[in-house]
């Protein structure tokens, strides 16, 4: 006779290995990182993940990244995937991690894209090189995930719709739809203030700053305060640095105001200009750094034509032996 618990005994259900697929999966995708720190992790993997392992990965590959930035560069391509999630929570907590790493690990100047380009076809040393690809990708991935965030902001619920039968919705769940289309809107809104605020000498800048002008504008208030709330942390900061922000955004509010009649602006539209801090020392200052990097710049094209000089006479006179 066969025993009845061999006969009886059942497998495991579908929640229940899918589940262990999971586990399995976010054990396996954290010993690949702990061992080959360079992988890549697929994207379809990263799909499989319930979002508490999707957390985790954005939390672990973001301290990653902060901690040796030349070495984990790479892995901000997983985080910009989990910046297209379709859970709002993981899309949410993407972004603005990857705001944070971006604020921490973005060099104090301007990268010259072009002038990267041409030195890295020229001969340079490895640790010259190295920069230099750090920078160039860096970049990259910062003009990507700006325009990620612009594409969240500029998000209307007919996206959210498309392909699907929209005759056939209740008008509950077209407000659903639009509800979640606002909250993609304030978080791309939410990322590029905070990307502004810590990186307002970086790549990019008159672009989002003339995307945050133009949301004091918006029909919905949570955006407008949004964007008021960080035009005036600008205007009213006597830091000489914020400057050129200031015209830039005094530029971009005199471009709306030529644009459309006063009764269709907001009523608060006007008010940042009253927080302005553009004295004369504000000014001055800014001038002041700006003849001193302008006369940096002309001693640096001075010595370089003088090396250029130097250089060309040596091949005259070896020429002229020959």
């Not at 939390?59 to 391509?77: A, C, G, K, M, R």
């Not at 993407?94 to 100047?109: G, H, N, Q, R």
């Not at 133009?214 to 960080?230: E, G, I, V």
Request: hydrophobic share 35%.
């Amino acid at each position: 006779m066969k025993s009845s618990f061999k006969r009886n005994k059942s497998k495991p259900s579908h929640k229940e290995s899918e589940g262990i697929t999971r586990i399995k999966a976010f054990t396996l995708l954290n010993s690949m990182l702990k061992k080959d720190p360079r992988a890549v992790i697929p994207n379809d993997e990263i799909d499989a993940l319930d979002l508490e392992s999707k957390a985790k990965i954005i939390e672990q590959i973001s301290q990653f990244i902060v901690t040796n930035p030349e070495t984990n560069l790479h892995h901000i391509q997983t985080l910009q995937h989990l910046c297209e999630d379709n859970s709002v929570i993981i899309l949410k907590m993407a972004c603005m991690s990857l705001t944070e790493v971006f604020k921490d690990i973005t060099p104090l100047y301007d990268i010259n894209e072009t002038m990267i380009k041409h030195d890295l076809q020229t001969q340079l040393s490895k640790e010259d090189r190295k920069q230099y690809n750090f920078e160039y990708n860096l970049l990259q991935h910062y003009k990507k995930f700006v325009s990620n965030c612009v594409f969240l902001l500029r998000m209307r619920d007919k996206n959210l719709l498309k392909g699907a039968p929209v005759d056939k919705l209740t008008k509950e769940q077209r407000k659903e739809f639009q509800k979640m289309a606002n909250e993609f809107n304030f978080i791309g809104l939410l990322c590029l203030c905070e990307l502004l605020k810590k990186l307002h000498h970086f790549n990019l800048r008159k672009e989002i700053a003339t995307v945050i002008i133009r949301k004091k504008t918006s029909r919905l208030t949570p955006m407008r305060d949004l964007a008021n709330q960080t035009i005036n942390e600008f205007l009213k900061d006597p830091n000489p640095s914020y400057f050129e922000i200031k015209t830039i955004i005094i530029a971009g509010i005199a471009k709306i105001c030529t644009k459309y009649p006063e009764k269709k602006l907001p009523n608060d539209f006007y008010d940042c200009l009253l927080e302005m801090d553009l004295t004369i020392n504000v000014v001055n200052a800014y001038q002041h750094d700006r003849n001193n990097n302008e006369e940096d710049q002309d001693e640096l094209r001075k010595a370089r034509k003088k090396k250029q000089k130097e250089v060309a006479k040596e091949i005259e006179r070896v020429t002229k032996k020959g």
